[in-house]
Structures are given as C-alpha cells and as structure tokens.
C-alpha cells in the first residue's frame, strides 16, 4: 500500500492501533451487511419456526411482511456491543498464537502453522461470542419486539452467569473454524498473489491485515474479495453442523428441575397422586443437555439433513460480510 509520500508502507510502520480500529469498523460492517442472512439463518435451524419458510427469499420476505425490515436485525445489538472488544481479541491471540510457533519473527509461517494460530484465536473469542450469539438467537427467534439488554437479563435472573454460557461446548467447536477461515484465506492469497507475497510474511503477519503489509502492488483488490470469500465459505462448510448444534442448545432453555410438593404432603404422598406426582416428582429430560446428546437426539429425530439446515443463506451471507469486511477494511487503511 502507497502512503501519500509515494512510498511503500513497511510492517514495521503500521500503527497497531489504527490496525484495531480499522478490524473493528470493518467488523461492523461485514455483520451489518450479512445480518439478515444469519436471521433467516437460526429461523431454519429452530424446528418450532423453521415450517413457517419455504426459501431464503420466502422468508426474507415473510420476515419484513410480519416484523417489518427490523426483524431481518433483531439480536445485532448484543454482537455490535462486543464487536471492539471481539475483534482486539481475536487479532491478539492470533498473532500471539502464531508467534509461539515460529522460531524468529523472520520465519515463514506453514498453512498448517496458520491454521493452528487460527483455530487458537477461535477458542478465545468464544469467551465473548458464547454469550452474545445466546442472547443474539434468543432474540432472533421471538417474533415479537425485545431488547438485548431484557433478554440477558432474564437470562441471568433465571440461571446466572452459568445459563449465559450454554452452548460453550459447541461454540468453541464451532469457533475452530477460524483455523479453517486463515488458512484458506492464506492459501489463496499465496496461490493468487506474485511470489514477493510469499517472502514478505512474518510471525506478526494476520491474513486479514496481508494487503497492508504486503503494499498494493502484491496484492490486489479482486485477489482479496476472492481470498475472503472462499475463506468465509471453507470456514462454515467445515463447522456448520456444531453451528446448528450450538443455535439449537442455545435456542432452547433448560428445564425448570420439579417443584417440591405442597405443605403437608410428602414426596411419597405426592407420587401416589397422579397428578401431584407427575408435577412434582418426575424431572424432565433436556435432549439438548450437551452437545454429544444434542447431536445424537438430532439425528435421531431429524436425520441427517439437519445439520446442514440453514447452509444455503450462511454461505449466501459469506460473499457481501467478506466484500464490505475487506473493502471497508482496506478504505480506512488507504485513508489514514
């Protein structure tokens, strides 16, 4: 990339806070232009709403007849709240990741190495992710009008800190496809990009940030879109279905554990009273408790078809989150 004075902007010269504010609005962008695709998304994916669409198309247009064109957004707030603090977070450990691998900051990072430093950086930001994505399909998935704020407040009333992170299990599963995300990402841009690409990577060097580093004349416009794209459909194809497991764990709540009985009447009174026993006394059974009992109960009921319920409008979403990530991405870069 140029700077004003004509010359090549160096690795070295990069401001790591401009880097951090410019992954952040350019974060903000990708989930405001795909956001309504991630709605259609968990409509399909929660078998109590998922009959009500035929299509991606039908239910974008079923969505904004009964909910108006707010209902495609609904839970972006709790994601726009911790967009800062996710992306910092996911860059950082990145690179942190990255440099534990390499033996100087000279060597040349493998896909394999990459995509270590990537799955890595999932498992961190599953810290804040877990939470917001449950508040985001909880309020994704009512039909009618709440807030972020009155969803994560019911949410810890109810179960705690605890009941915030339900799913965790399979949001760190699905997280791990950002190994699957940089190394696609990478292996593109290397197969795309002129070899002077190849020899300008270091330890400190994030996929996303590789245009800047590398200057305008290594890297174009079009190579970048492409790389983002096919990162973005590689990473959703390898994770989808902990994807569908997760929105399904954290669609559903846990059941309430039986009341005691009434004063007076004991628990073996209570069991031989048909009603009161079955009220009282009998625990009801969570399919969705962990993932291994969510995946099992899925394809026992549904097949296997359900885990890839809702992949046509996530890889749809892929192609504009990518494009405005990166062009915005780039823009405020250039700007500066």
Sequence with gaps: MNNSSGQNVQPGNLDPTLDFIAGTIAGIAGLVAG???DTVKVRFQSPGISGRYHSTTH???TIVRE?????LYKGIMSLLATAALLSGLIFASYRFFMKIQLDSLDSIPSLYQVALAGVGSGIVSSIITAP???IKIRQ????VP???TQIALQIFRETGVRGLYRGMTATVLRECGYGAYFAAYE????????????NKITSDHSPIMSEAETGMNNLSWPSLLVAGGIAGIVGWLVTFPFDVVKTRIQGSEPPRPPSPPPLGVSSVQAADIPLLGHQHAVRQIDPY????????NLYRAEGVGVFFRGLTPTLIRAIPVNMAMFATFEAILHFF
């Design 132 to 134: 917001t994505e449950l």
């Design 140 to 143: 994704q998935l009512l039909l």
């Design 289 to 296: 408790q962990s993932t291994i009992s969510t995946f099992v």
């Design 67 to 71: 909910e108006k064109f707010v209902g």
């Design 35 to 37: 956001f309504p695709f």
């Design 187 to 198: 292996a593109t841009l290397r197969y795309l990009a002129p070899a002077s690409y190849t």
């Design 146 to 148: 709440t807030s972020a």
């Design 59 to 61: 239910a974008i247009i």
